[in-house]
């Protein structure tokens, strides 16, 4: 699997075994902190500092706020973004962005912000992380709470700054926890609720538009894998999105899941006709992948496609909005997202 996780195939994730979905978006970018009352001075730490945090590959201190923070992938610069953090330094992002490589709802935080516009870093060479380029961002802390991390680069991050990793698996950190750790390490627990508090209402009360969601059960795929159907499984945080929305994962999913903690795997396209669900959420770059995957052989098998329970997720955008979710992205392609699923829910369940 390409070293992004991204989302640009399914099949890109059987080789890795877990998909990012932040749409290529591995890349590191230095950033720097908002002035806030508090900060420590000669030498002071700042109130409620040093902060402690156990996570998947150990535990990191972080001494004092941070003022120059590092962000592991686009969705950790969103949530920084979102507690008023505004980065010196991005990810280019390849897939999902615009022609300087900005995501659209970074770029409309940025521009609400008002600050000088953050230095793009990064290659389109996903498998390598820019760590120089890193260093050079003279970092006091590198937030990698979303990402696929390895052990060697976090020792090496490390040795740079504090450095937080995912608190479980790689690519598996859901919304809410990216944005609790973002309160901790940036010294604003409060805020952090409040954004958690506030997109959960404004997911709760978009589904309520839509009564014919409640319930419905859902594959989500990322397209055929070498002739395989590509299914994730309740631990991806894009199927973690669809349930935040009252969904529900189709029982065939665990059920028939390998063995192991992977997020992903795929159904051979002679079994398709027993995967029971009243959706087919699909996530696509172009109409023409789409178009592909509608008339790949065994497709046309999957009950919700018989019926129309079709949701295609279209555009590069969109896909790193829904796969990566975060309190920055959900707002931004929500009220695009939902008519899609609505429809193809009264399609199936009519």
């Known amino acids: 699997m390409p070293r992004a996780a991204?989302?640009?195939?399914?099949?890109?994730?059987?080789?890795?075994?877990?998909?990012?979905?932040?749409?290529?978006?591995?890349?590191?970018?230095?950033?720097?902190?908002?002035?806030?009352?508090?900060?420590?001075?000669?030498?002071?730490?700042?109130?409620?500092?040093?902060?402690?945090?156990?996570?998947?590959?150990?535990?990191?201190?972080?001494?004092?706020?941070?003022?120059?923070?590092?962000?592991?992938?686009?969705?950790?610069?969103?949530?920084?973004l979102a507690m008023g953090v505004l980065p010196v330094a991005i990810p280019r992002?390849?897939?999902?962005?615009?022609?300087?490589?900005?995501?659209?709802?970074?770029r409309d935080a940025i521009t609400a912000h008002g600050g000088a516009f953050p230095q793009l870093i990064g290659s389109?060479?996903?498998?390598?992380?820019?760590?120089?380029?890193?260093?050079?961002?003279?970092?006091?802390?590198?937030?990698?709470?979303?990402?696929?991390?390895?052990?060697?680069?976090?020792?090496?991050?490390?040795?740079?700054?504090?450095?937080?990793?995912?608190?479980?698996?790689?690519?598996?950190?859901?919304?809410?926890?990216?944005?609790?750790?973002?309160?901790?390490v940036f010294g604003d627990p409060a805020r952090a609720r409040q954004l958690i508090d506030s997109t959960g209402?404004?997911?709760?009360?978009?589904?309520?538009?839509?009564?014919?969601l409640a319930g419905a059960t859902f594959v989500y795929t990322g397209g055929m894998d070498s002739g395989a159907l590509g299914v994730f499984r309740a631990g991806d945080v894009r199927v973690q999105l669809v349930t935040d929305l009252g969904l529900t994962?189709?029982?065939?999913?665990?059920?028939?899941?390998?063995?192991?903690?992977?997020?992903?795997?795929?159904?051979?396209?002679?079994?398709?006709?027993?995967?029971?669900?009243?959706?087919?959420?699909?996530?696509?770059?172009?109409?023409?992948?789409?178009?592909a995957f509608r008339s790949a052989p065994g497709v046309g098998l999957l009950p919700a496609m018989a019926r129309g329970g079709f949701a295609p997720v279209v555009g590069a955008d969109r896909v790193v909005a829904s796969s990566a979710p975060s309190v920055l992205s959900?707002?931004?392609v929500l009220d695009a997202y939902l008519p899609i699923l609505a429809a193809a829910a009264a399609r199936s369940r009519g």
């Open 6 to 80: 991204a989302p640009l195939s399914a099949r890109s994730v059987s080789r890795r075994g877990v998909l990012a979905g932040a749409a290529g978006l591995l890349v590191l970018a230095g950033c720097g902190t908002r002035p806030q009352d508090g900060q420590g001075a000669e030498g002071v730490a700042a109130e409620g500092y040093p902060v402690t945090v156990r996570h998947a590959l150990g535990e990191t201190v972080v001494p004092d706020r941070p003022q120059r923070v590092v962000t592991l992938s686009a969705a950790n610069t969103d949530v920084a």
């Open 93 to 106: 992002t390849v897939y999902g962005g615009d022609a300087e490589g900005v995501l659209p709802w970074v």
């Open 124 to 184: 389109d060479d996903l498998s390598v992380t820019p760590i120089e380029q890193v260093a050079a961002a003279r970092p006091d802390l590198v937030l990698a709470t979303y990402s696929g991390l390895t052990r060697a680069e976090y020792d090496q991050l490390s040795a740079i700054a504090p450095t937080v990793a995912y608190p479980d698996a790689p690519y598996s950190t859901g919304w809410q926890d990216q944005t609790r750790i973002a309160g901790q």
């Open 201 to 212: 209402q404004r997911l709760r009360t978009a589904a309520q538009r839509y009564p014919q």
């Open 249 to 291: 994962l189709a029982p065939y999913v665990e059920q028939n899941a390998p063995g192991g903690g992977e997020v992903y795997y795929t159904v051979s396209g002679e079994l398709l006709s027993r995967v029971e669900s009243d959706l087919v959420i699909g996530f696509f770059a172009t109409p023409a992948e789409e178009q």
């Open 330 to 332: 959900i707002p931004w």
